[in-house]
T-cell receptor
C-alpha cells in the first residue's frame, strides 16, 4: 500500500540553525500539507500546497518557514532560523485531487531545537 | 475565531465498555468533519462526515454529524485495549484548511 514517507525521523539542531524536513507524498496525490504537534498539544495546520504554490497557510507559518517541491517527488519544509519553540513533531500529509475524505499522514519528524 | 473543541479530554474505561467522544466546532465555510486515531505517531483516518444525520460505521466504531448544532460524536462499542489512543476531530473548510481539536485520550484497561 502506498504511504507518505518522511526523513529524518528525528532531527536535533542548535537554535538559529536552518533545518529542512523532507517528505515524499504518495505519487498520484496533488495536495500536500504540513502540520506540527508540540508535545502534549494539538495538531496544528501550517500550510497547504497545490499546483506548485501555497494555497493556504496559518498564522504560525511566518517568514521563517518555507515550502518547496524541488522535484516530482519531494516536498520540503524549511525553517530558516530555528527557535526553541519550534521543537515539535512535524507531519506531512497528502491527498488526491477531488477527494476531501482522506489525508494520508507521514510518520512525522521529531525536531528538537537546543 | 475558528475552533474545534473535543470532550472529554481523557477517558479511562474497562474492556467491553461503550464510549462516546464529542466534537463541537465553530468553523466558517464548513466542508466536512473528520475523525482520526492517533497512536504513537501519525494520525490515521477513521471517518469523514459531510451530511447531517447519516451514520458512518466501521466495525465497532460509528460516527454521526449534526450540522445544525455543530457537533459530531464518535462511538466505540465493546472497547478493547487496542482502542487506546488519542482520537482527533478535524474540520475541513472550503478553503482547504484543516482545524484540529486537542483530542480525547482514551485508555482501555483490561
Amino acid at each position: 500500500e502506498p504511504e507518505v514517507t518522511q526523513t529524518p525521523s528525528h532531527q536535533v539542531t542548535q537554535m538559529g540553525q536552518e533545518v529542512i524536513l523532507r517528505c515524499v507524498p504518495i505519487s498520484n496525490h496533488l495536495y500536500f500539507y504540513w502540520y506540527r504537534q508540540i508535545l502534549g498539544q494539538k495538531v496544528e495546520f501550517l500550510v497547504s500546497f497545490y499546483n506548485n504554490e501555497i494555497s493556504e497557510k496559518s498564522e504560525i507559518f511566518d517568514d521563517q518557514f518555507s515550502v518547496e517541491r524541488p522535484d516530482g517527488s519531494n516536498f520540503t519544509l524549511k525553517i530558516r532560523s530555528t527557535k526553541l519553540e519550534d521543537s515539535a513533531m512535524y507531519f506531512c500529509a497528502s491527498r488526491r485531487a477531488g477527494s476531501y475524505n482522506e489525508q494520508f499522514f507521514g510518520p512525522g519528524t521529531r525536531l528538537t531545537v537546543l | 475565531e475558528d475552533k474545534v473543541v473535543q470532550s472529554p479530554l481523557s477517558l479511562v474505561v474497562h474492556e467491553g465498555d461503550t464510549v462516546t467522544l464529542n466534537c463541537s466546532y465553530e468553523v466558517t465555510n464548513f466542508r466536512s468533519l473528520l475523525w482520526y486515531k492517533q497512536e504513537k505517531k501519525a494520525p490515521t483516518f477513521l471517518f469523514m462526515l459531510t451530511s447531517s444525520g447519516i451514520e458512518k460505521k466501521s466495525g465497532r466504531l460509528s460516527s454521526i454529524l449534526d450540522k445544525k448544532e455543530l457537533f459530531s460524536i464518535l462511538n466505540i462499542t465493546a472497547t478493547q485495549t487496542g482502542d487506546s489512543a488519542i482520537y482527533l476531530c478535524a474540520v475541513l473548510n472550503t478553503g482547504n484548511q484543516f482545524y484540529f481539536g486537542t483530542g480525547t485520550s482514551l485508555t482501555v484497561i483490561p
